[in-house]
């Protein structure tokens, strides 16, 4: 009877990855789609402070290292770099410009990402 059980909990667990996977999958490709009547605005705008707040503890945790992340090309510099050492990005400028460019590498191992991208293609981590 264990033996069941265990296979149980397995399918279960496997059924669970798989509606996260599709989740994920929906998410990217509808996030921007109004023609939903606003079916999925409120889980969508909830997953969206999720990654904000996923990338504020990022960009904590790499501050108390002394460290930053390059909007650019997504390398880690210290905080105190004028320019990446890797790419040649200029820091300093305006942070809505350095915000809306952050979103198209991928923060792990800066790989330009598409618009809508939830893993990296190259890392293949979520993002």
Request: with cysteine.
């Amino acid at each position: 009877m264990e033996i069941n059980n265990v296979a149980k909990q397995e399918l279960e667990n496997k059924l669970n990855k798989l509606y996260t996977e599709l989740g994920e999958v929906f998410y990217r490709d509808n996030k921007g789609n109004t023609g939903f009547n606003n079916k999925y605005s409120e889980q969508f705008s909830k997953i969206s402070s999720v990654f904000d707040e996923l990338n504020s503890m990022d960009a904590k945790e790499l501050e108390a290292k002394g460290l930053k992340r390059c909007p650019d090309c997504g390398k880690e510099v210290t905080l105190e770099s004028l320019f990446c050492n890797m790419c040649g990005h200029k820091f300093g400028q305006e942070p809505e410009a350095q915000e809306e460019k952050k979103q198209n590498v991928c923060p792990h191992c800066g790989a330009p990402l598409e618009e809508d991208s939830m893993f990296c293609s190259t890392c293949g981590k979520h993002i």
